[in-house]
C-alpha cells in the first residue's frame, strides 16, 4: 500500500478534534482513544477508506466492523433494536457494550464494512475525545482495534504507532485507555441474546439486568461471520504465551496477578504482576501493555499465572486464550 505520512494530533489541544474529523471525511484513516482499547477510524460510509482499513491492518475482509456513533439515539437510525437491546442500550451506553442488530442504515455503514451482513454492530463510545471525533465527524465510524490483525491490541497511542506509522494518517493521542481490554459483543438479532465476546462490561452485569443467565455464541453457526475476534489465534505477542502456568521454567517471563509466585519463579527472566492488589479491572487496563513490555524483553516463552475467571477475569482469560493459542502459518 501506498505509505502514509503519521501525524500524531494531542487531544488536549482543541484543534486536533477539527483536524481529525476532516480527515475521515476525506477517506483518512485516523486512531483514536476510546475506553476500552485505541480504534482505527474511518468512515463508514465510504467504501474506498473501509478497504484502505483493511490493508492498514492486514485484516481479512470477511470480518465485519463495529460502527461507532457519537449517540444512543443515533443508533436506532441504523439499526433495528428489539426490547431487550433497547434495554441493554439503555443500561450500558455509553459504555463498552457491542449490540449486533438487524441493519437498516441504507448507505451509512458500507456493505465492505458489514462484510455483507443483513447486520451490524454498534456501539457508543464511553471516552470525551471519541465522543468529541464522532460528534464532529457526524456518522457512523468504523474502529477496529488500531493494530496489525492478530496482533496484541493497543492501549496508547505509541503502540498504534508501533503497528501502523506510514500506513495511516494520525493517531489522536489522549494517553493509557481506562478499561483496556474490547467490548463485549452481543447478538441481539434474535429472540435470545447471544454472547459473542466477553470484554468490559460482565456477563454478571448483563445477567442482573436481564435476570437470565446470558446464552452463548453457537459455535461454527454458519449464520454468524468468522471475524477476528473471535479466531482462535489473535491479540498475539511474538512470544511463546503459557497459561495456567504452577511451575516456571528458566528465562521465562512470568505474567501473574494478586502476587502469586508460582514454583520456579527465581528462574523468571522477568515478573510483571497485572494487579499486586488482586484488582481485575486494574489487570485488564494493563493486559496488552504486559503484553508488549514482557515481548520487548526478547523472552521466548510468557508463562501466565491462573487467574480468576469472575468478572472481568472472564474477558481476561479469552484474549489470553487467543494470545496462547497456535498460530496459522
Ligand atoms: P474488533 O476487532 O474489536 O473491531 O471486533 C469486531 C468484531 O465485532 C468482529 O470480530 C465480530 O465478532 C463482531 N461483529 C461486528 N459486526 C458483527 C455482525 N454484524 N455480526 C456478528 N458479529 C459482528
Ligand atoms: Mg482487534
Avoid at 214 to 230: F, K, Q, W
Wanted: glycine share 10%.
Amino acid at each position: 500500500m501506498p505509505s502514509r505520512r503519521t501525524q500524531t494530533l494531542s487531544a488536549s489541544n482543541p484543534a486536533s478534534i477539527d483536524i481529525a474529523a476532516d480527515l475521515l471525511r476525506s477517506g483518512g484513516l485516523v486512531a483514536f482513544p476510546t475506553e476500552t482499547v485505541y480504534g482505527l477510524g474511518a468512515d463508514a460510509a465510504n467504501p474506498d477508506a473501509v478497504a484502505h482499513l483493511y490493508d492498514a491492518k492486514g485484516r481479512p475482509a470477511f470480518n465485519p466492523l463495529i460502527a461507532h456513533l457519537a449517540y444512543a439515539s443515533d443508533a436506532l437510525q441504523i439499526g433495528a433494536f428489539n426490547a431487550a437491546a433497547q434495554k441493554l442500550a439503555a443500561a450500558f451506553w455509553p459504555g463498552p457494550l457491542t449490540l449486533v442488530v438487524p441493519y437498516q442504515g441504507g448507505a451509512r455503514v458500507c456493505e465492505l464494512a458489514r462484510a455483507g451482513l443483513g447486520t451490524v454492530g454498534i456501539r457508543i463510545p464511553d471516552h470525551p475525545v471519541a465522543h468529541a471525533l464522532l460528534a464532529a465527524f457526524g456518522g457512523p465510524v468504523v474502529g477496529p482495534s488500531a493494530n496489525r490483525s492478530g496482533h496484541v491490541s493497543p492501549t496508547e497511542a505509541a503502540h498504534v504507532s508501533e503497528d501502523l506509522a506510514g500506513r495511516i494518517d494520525a493517531v489522536l493521542d489522549s494517553g493509557p485507555t481506562r478499561v483496556g481490554v474490547e467490548s463485549t459483543i452481543i447478538d441481539a438479532t434474535g429472540p435470545e441474546l447471544r454472547l459473542l465476546r466477553p470484554g468490559g462490561i460482565t456477563r454478571a452485569q448483563v445477567e442482573a439486568l436481564i435476570g437470565a443467565p446470558l446464552a452463548d455464541a453457537v459455535p461454527n453457526d454458519v449464520a454468524r461471520p468468522a471475524s477476528p475476534g473471535r479466531l482462535l489465534s489473535h491479540y498475539a505477542p511474538r512470544a511463546r504465551v503459557r497459561l495456567e502456568a504452577t511451575h516456571i521454567a528458566p528465562g521465562e517471563a512470568l505474567l501473574t496477578f494478586a502476587g502469586a509466585r508460582p514454583p520456579g519463579t527465581e528462574q523468571a527472566a522477568t515478573i510483571l504482576d497485572l494487579s499486586p492488589e488482586g484488582r481485575l479491572t486494574e489487570a485488564a487496563a494493563r493486559l496488552y501493555g504486559a503484553l508488549r513490555a514482557l515481548d520487548e524483553t526478547g523472552v521466548p516463552s510468557i508463562a501466565v499465572a491462573p487467574l480468576p475467571r469472575t468478572g472481568l477475569g472472564e474477558a481476561i482469560a479469552d484474549r489470553l486464550g487467543r494470545a496462547a493459542a497456535p498460530r496459522p502459518g
